[in-house]
Structure formats: C-alpha cells, structure tokens
T-cell receptor, first 115, second 114 residues
C-alpha cells in the first residue's frame, strides 16, 4: 500500500458525459501528478500540482482539467467523454522539495470505461 | 526534455533463464531512472531506482539494473526467471531530484515459459 488513494476504482459512463476522479496523496506530500495509461498512447503524464498550484502540464486535452484543494487532495475532471478516453488513470504523489530525492508513490488507479 | 526507449515490446524466456529487458534513455541533465512492474489489472509497483548513487542497483524480487552513462542505458536483469515474473515492465526517467513528472517507455511484456 503506497498511501495514495484513488476513487472510484472503476467508472463506466457514456460518451459525452463528465466524470471526476479523486486522489488523496500520502500524508505530507505536496506534489500530485496525474498519468493516463491507454492501449494506444501508453503511460503518459497529464498534469502536476504542487501545494495547490499547477506546476507542469503534459499531454492533457483541453476537455480535461484538474485542481488541487487546500487539503491537498486532487481531482481530475474529464468532460465531453469520447471512446478514446477509456484508460487507466493513475495519481502519484511526492514530497516536492528541492534538496533531496523525491520519490513518486502511485495510487492503484481508476479504470474509466466510456461506452 | 528526456525520453526512454525500451527495445522489444515482447520478451519470452524459459523458466530459470536469464531475463534481460533493455532501456536506453535520453536526458540533457543527470537523470533519475526507474523500473516499474505492472501485473495484469493492477497498478504500478516500483522495482528499483537509480538516483545518482551506486550505478548497480538492486531491487525487489531479485531484479537489478546497471546505469551506464557511456551507453545511456539502464537495462533490467534477473539471473533466473520465475513464472511469477510474467508481467509488463516499464522503464521511466525524470530529472530535478525527481520533482518533475516521469516519462515512461512503451513497456515490455515479459512472458515466462515453463
């Protein structure tokens, strides 16, 4: 158990819908990362937050957005869903400090199926 | 920018044989390198990591990897494959003391034949 929790574990929805995926980082971790794992794109970085602020963006679609709340949990919002958005979405967290190595700890993932 | 290339999307070995999964990286700054394993319908588990200390890194389940700067490689090895090693393996790279996002390779599916 990495200490990172993600809910829900599975999500089945229809095209055009909107969903929210939730991530609670390990206690004390300030940085949260979202990754998408799909059959055609592999594992790719979507977006990173550090202490409530967006820090870096990867290959995140405009239909997707995220935020990190004052209690440091994060939500990934996916809207106008398409079949191709079906994927496993991972959240990872790390301490986020600069003067020592920051290991990223991964949550179990949320499997999204768009029908 | 950094990237990793995993040579061979599928590798098949016999039980008891040497496992060698290849990873080459590209990074303009000193990298941090990782190997993750993913079993079917499960999340990512960290096997081992290189964070600029010893170049030969030992991980869990008998795996190890050697960082070779001259070859820009970080190949994963295990002397004797076990049936339970069958899984998908991902090499990943990051920089800046790991504060940046991981860049993953495309993965190598390891099959272990009895």
């Amino acid at each position: 158990d990495s200490g990172v929790t993600q809910t829900p574990k599975h999500l089945i929805t229809a095209t055009g819908q909107r969903v929210t995926l939730r991530c609670s980082p390990r206690s004390g971790d300030l940085s949260v990362y979202w990754y998408q794992q799909s059959l055609d794109q592999g594992l790719q970085f979507l977006i990173q937050y550090y202490n409530g602020e967006e820090r870096a963006k990867g290959n995140i679609l405009e239909r997707f957005s995220a935020q990190q709340f004052p209690d440091l949990h994060s939500e990934l919002n996916l809207s106008s869903l398409e079949l191709g958005d079906s994927a496993l979405y991972f959240c990872a967290s790390s301490v986020g400090i600069s003067d020592s190595y920051n290991e990223q700890f991964f949550g179990p993932g949320t499997r999204l199926t768009v029908l | 920018a950094q990237s990793v290339t995993q040579l061979g999307s599928h590798v098949s070995v016999s039980e008891g044989a040497l496992v060698l999964l290849r990873c080459n990286y590209s990074s303009s700054v000193p990298p941090y390198l990782f190997w993750y394993v993913q079993y079917p319908n499960q999340g990512l588990q960290l096997l081992l990591k290189y964070t600029s200390a010893a170049t030969l890194v030992k991980g869990i389940n008998g795996f190890e990897a050697e960082f070779k700067k001259s070859e820009t490689s970080f190949h994963l090895t295990k002397p004797s494959a076990h049936m339970s090693d069958a899984a998908e393996y991902f090499c990943a790279v990051t920089t800046d003391t790991g504060r940046r996002a991981l860049t993953f390779g495309s993965g190598t599916r390891l099959q272990v034949q009895p």
